[in-house]
């Protein structure tokens, strides 16, 4: 393993100069067998006389090498531009969000660990997705990005983070982690590309979608075509991806936290849960912690299994940082089957900040007190002034109205939506108030604290159902059976609800449409076709939550929906 700067830099440009020429030998390969063939077909048609195999000549092989270093060269350049934004789309991964409580936690460790190897900035990049696993990626600049799944992080203590973190770290200094991210860029995500495209065939049985391509002619099997050099790309490149890597990046990651015990108890969770298989970027397994794809050939040890493996047998890596722990494979497991993940974050639900909205005013009008009043409904009360006496509930010190900060924003807001300066949005569809801003499992969501719904955005639903740290009542467990005992009707229900649009959205002011969460969960909800979010009224977020946790994932519904 190389320990200074300039022995990484070597080891660098050395593997990446050995992948570009790879990429100019396996197009060469395949334009010269192509121009073989075409060479002796067109000798058989157009030359009675030929009898013999024959081979092209200097020249043709010289302008096919040509066209092939071309081509290699459009492919390289066209791969490698924007390395971790190409990627990080494929993966549907975004950047922390920074008013998340799961993502805030996941970057301070990001910055505690970036701090430990030297400073070097690393951005925090999470995907949505329930599986268990993490990433890293670096480009040519520098720039290096460290990812986990929201599963990862729902499942997983902060200690088994730290350690998952660290290992990640170790591929950027280690300076085997632009080989990888190129090595995906250039073979692996193509692959991933032609997937995707395979499994609209599972749709082809459809007669509309059948005549629809007889008609324009099926461009597919020529798309298989052009991707069939790239796609064979994935397995060969992988000869570049050593299994050693993750041998040292095991290493200094305990180096980094000393603790290789969290470190084997994260690898051994991951190996037994889902690692993504099935999931958008499965195909690139080389940046991954774990093979996202449950390969056979990973468990294997021997001349092939170094040859076309990028990771190493799991159960291998553990024994030996159980070996560096001085701790045997019976510890491990009495730490996994006791087990509880305790949550990141301290409570379920809290109020974001402590809002004025929850204090209460009397307001003095016609001589007598009227109230107390929350600070929404002081909004909608008639003839309200900036004038009039004011006592805030517990307090006895009588005050105009306009010396009370909240009150003074109060009647700004007002007058700028009687003056048509702004949309009426973040309110509550059926209170009409302002809603208020709430941490729940981990996200911020808008909250209406009097009829109790929830508005959430569309990025934050699977974050919400991942996590598990929500306790339900029994009402709540109630109301789920009931809405799964009620499935038989479900195509009469909803023939009748499609064409409801009743409410607006807290998000773009827009109309929203009454219809399922989805069609496994039968709780009715209000989705907005323009912002993509959800108003879910009082208990129906949790209602979902609780049938999610026990009655079966729906997770790939909703991001292919």
Aim: contains cysteine; charged residues 25%.
């Amino acid at each position: 393993m190389p320990f200074n700067f300039i022995e990484i830099e070597e080891q660098k440009n050395k593997s990446i100069l050995f992948l570009f020429i790879f990429l100019i030998i396996h197009y060469f390969i395949f334009a010269y067998f192509i121009l073989l063939i075409l060479r002796n077909i067109l000798g058989y048609f157009f030359f009675r006389d030929f009898v013999s195999f024959c081979l092209p000549s200097f020249k043709m092989t010289s302008i096919t090498f040509i066209i092939a270093f071309i081509i290699a060269a459009v492919h390289w350049q066209n791969s490698v531009s924007d390395l971790i934004g190409k990627i990080s789309v494929s993966l549907g991964a975004v950047l922390a969000d920074p008013d998340d409580s799961y993502h805030n936690v996941f970057s301070n460790i990001v910055s505690e660990v970036s701090v430990a190897i030297g400073n070097r900035p690393i951005q925090a990049m999470v995907i949505p997705d329930a599986d268990l696993n993490a990433y890293a990626l670096e480009d040519f600049s520098g720039q290096a990005v460290i990812g986990v799944t929201e599963g990862l992080l729902a499942r997983f203590n902060r200690a088994q983070i730290e350690a998952v973190v660290a290992h990640e770290a170790g591929h950027i200094i280690s300076g085997d982690c632009l080989s990888s991210t190129v090595t995906c860029a250039i073979a692996e995500i193509y692959e991933e590309i032609l997937s995707r495209i395979k499994e609209t065939q599972r749709f082809s049985n459809d007669r509309e979608l059948n005549l629809l391509f007889y008609k324009r002619r099926d461009p597919r099997p020529l798309l298989y075509l052009m991707l069939l050099p790239i796609v064979s790309l994935s397995k060969l490149v992988r000869l570049f991806i050593s299994r050693e890597r993750e041998y040292r990046a095991d290493a200094i990651s305990v180096r980094l936290t000393r603790n290789p015990l969290s470190l084997a108890e994260a690898l051994k969770l991951i190996s037994r849960g889902w690692r993504g298989e099935g999931a958008f970027g499965d195909r690139m397994q080389s940046i991954f912690i774990v093979n996202p794809r449950m390969e056979r050939l990973d468990e294997e040890e021997g001349f092939f299994a170094e040859m076309f493996s990028t990771h190493p047998p799991i159960n291998k890596r553990i024994d030996i940082l159980l070996s560096m722990a001085h701790l045997g494979p019976d510890t491990l497991e009495e730490n996994i089957k006791n087990f509880k993940h305790v949550s990141l974050i301290a409570e379920t639900e809290f109020i974001r900040e402590d809002p004025s909205s929850l204090k209460k005013w009397s307001v003095f009008k016609d001589q007598n007190w009227l109230g107390p009043f929350y600070l929404q409904e002081l909004e909608t009360l008639k003839d309200f002034r900036p004038t009039d006496w004011v006592k805030l509930e517990g307090d006895n010190k009588i005050k105009i109205a306009y010396e009370e900060e909240p009150l003074l924003k109060l009647f700004k807001k007002i007058n700028s939506n009687l003056q048509g300066e702004a949309v009426l949005k973040s309110a509550c569809p059926n209170c009409k108030v302002e809603l208020n801003e709430i941490i729940y499992e981990g996200a911020l969501l808008l909250k209406c604290f009097f009829c109790g719904g929830v508005f959430v955005e569309e990025d934050k639903i699977s974050r919400i159902l991942i996590r598990n740290d929500a306790v339900f009542s029994a009402e709540i467990e109630k109301q789920a059976q009931l809405a799964m005992k009620s499935r038989f009707q479900l195509g009469l229900k909803r023939s009748s609800l499609f064409n409801s649009w009743m409410i607006n959205c807290p998000g773009c002011a827009r109309k929203m449409r009454r219809d399922f969460f989805v069609l496994s969960y039968p709780v009715e909800v209000d989705t907005c076709f323009y912002c993509g979010g959800i108003w879910f009224d009082k208990n129906e977020l949790e209602v979902i939550q609780y049938i999610y946790e026990h009655g079966g994932n729906i997770l790939p519904d909703l991001k292919r929906n």
